[in-house]
């Protein structure tokens, strides 16, 4: 079945790094373009970048343009998310997200992971 | 970036009510307007793309309509799995892609 599983978050200090990613399968992942979209404790949804099918394009959040990269290896089915510069406002649970063409929706998401930016 | 305000930001129901949540976009975005259905601790679910199209497998008691600026997604009878936190999404633009704030949805 069609399936996003993401990892890599954890615990940073405010000015690091990480890097997220997010293992696709039971669909063909080199056709779709993909979104990463967080949700801060007790909030609502902000979407944070998106990647076209074949990474010719990406688009940001100005909250995040200039300190998060989103990437992907269509060998590895694997979409990425380098996040530098970290603050205590980027805590949250992110998402990845499977567009259903290069439409904007978000048609099936990963069940999360959880980065916690504090001293 | 176009602004999603939603209304109400809570609402209490019982089983079997009719539910509507409205959205609203600070600019139009013709129909690039999307609702999704979040419940506690779980991943978002899309149920409503295009403004008015039906996902695959989502029930018929939800329906959506509008476009320009003003849109709402109705429950037609409310049923207990249905309790949850409603989101609408601009897709009008890849340069900033935006959620309403959410509406609760509670049991009365």
């Known amino acids: 079945q069609v399936q996003l599983v993401e990892s890599g978050g954890g615990v940073v200090q405010p000015g690091g790094s990480l890097r997220l990613s997010c293992a696709a399968s039971?669909?063909?992942?080199?056709?779709?373009?993909m979104h990463w979209v967080r949700q801060a404790p007790g909030k609502g949804l902000e979407w944070v970048a998106f990647?076209?099918?074949?990474?010719?394009?990406?688009y940001y959040a100005d909250s995040v343009k200039g300190r998060f990269t989103i990437s992907r290896d269509n060998s590895k089915n694997t979409l990425y998310l380098q996040m530098n510069s970290l603050r205590a406002e980027d805590t949250a649970v992110y998402y990845c997200?499977?567009?259903?063409?290069?439409?904007?929706?978000?048609?099936?998401w990963g069940k999360g992971t959880t980065v916690t930016v504090s001293s | 970036d176009i602004q999603m305000t939603q209304s109400p930001s809570s609402v209490s129901a019982s089983v079997g009510d009719r539910v509507t949540i409205t959205c609203r976009a600070s600019?139009?975005?013709?129909?690039?307007l999307a609702w999704y259905q979040q419940k506690p601790g779980k991943a978002p679910k899309l149920l409503i793309y295009?403004?008015?199209s039906l996902q695959s497998g989502v029930p018929s008691r939800f329906s959506g309509s509008g476009s320009g600026t003003d849109f709402t997604l109705t429950i037609s009878s409310l049923q207990p799995e249905d309790f949850a936190t409603y989101y609408c999404?601009?897709?009008?633009?890849?340069?900033?892609?935006?959620f309403g704030g959410g509406t609760k949805v509670e049991i009365k």
């Open positions: 997200a499977k567009d259903p063409g290069t439409v904007g929706y978000m048609d099936v």
């Open positions: 039971g669909f063909t992942f080199s056709s779709y373009g």
């Open positions: 990647i076209r099918y074949d990474g010719s394009n990406k």
């Open positions: 600019q139009g975005i013709s129909s690039w």
């Open positions: 295009a403004a008015s």
């Open positions: 999404q601009q897709a009008n633009s890849f340069l900033a892609l935006t």
